[in-house]
């Protein structure tokens, strides 16, 4: 079966930066689209990226757009996440998700129950 495995969480200052790695296992991680998501203590969890299969795509929510870069690496199976300038209002749960193409391999999927695996996340915390 597949898994996703989130690392590189951690504490950073404000203005700091911090690169999330997710590694999927199998063989199949190329068919998937692959997203980013988040969640705040008291608040829904949100999208944050979504990257193509072949990378050639991307997607970010408005408030981290100029701040957070998605990449992936299909013959390494992970998809990264860079963020830099980080904000007090970026600390969350991070997770990474991935999607078969059920709906298509056109169409972006970015609510969570679109998403077909996911990872346990890691914790992000930015200090003032």
């Given at each position: 079966q597949v898994q996703l495995v989130e690392s590189g969480g951690g504490l950073v200052q404000a203005g700091g930066s911090l690169r999330l790695s997710c590694a999927a296992s199998g063989r199949t991680f190329s068919s998937?689209?692959?997203a980013w998501?988040?969640?705040a203590p008291g608040k829904e969890r949100e999208l944050v990226a979504v990257i193509s299969r072949n990378g050639g795509s991307t997607y970010y929510t408005?408030?981290?757009?100029?701040?957070f870069t998605v990449s992936r690496d299909n013959a390494k199976n992970t998809v990264?996440?860079?963020m830099n300038s980080l904000k007090?209002?970026?600390t969350a749960v991070?997770?990474?998700?991935?999607?078969?193409?059920?709906r298509g391999i056109y169409y972006t999927p970015r609510v969570e129950y679109e998403y077909d695996y996911w990872?346990?996340?890691?914790?992000?915390t930015v200090s003032s």
């Amino acid at each position: 079966q597949v898994q996703l495995v989130e690392s590189g969480g951690g504490l950073v200052q404000a203005g700091g930066s911090l690169r999330l790695s997710c590694a999927a296992s199998g063989r199949t991680f190329s068919s998937f689209a692959m997203a980013w998501f988040r969640q705040a203590p008291g608040k829904e969890r949100e999208l944050v990226a979504v990257i193509s299969r072949n990378g050639g795509s991307t997607y970010y929510t408005d408030s981290v757009k100029g701040r957070f870069t998605v990449s992936r690496d299909n013959a390494k199976n992970t998809v990264y996440l860079q963020m830099n300038s980080l904000k007090l209002e970026d600390t969350a749960v991070y997770y990474c998700a991935g999607d078969v193409g059920s709906r298509g391999i056109y169409y972006t999927p970015r609510v969570e129950y679109e998403y077909d695996y996911w990872g346990q996340g890691t914790q992000v915390t930015v200090s003032s």
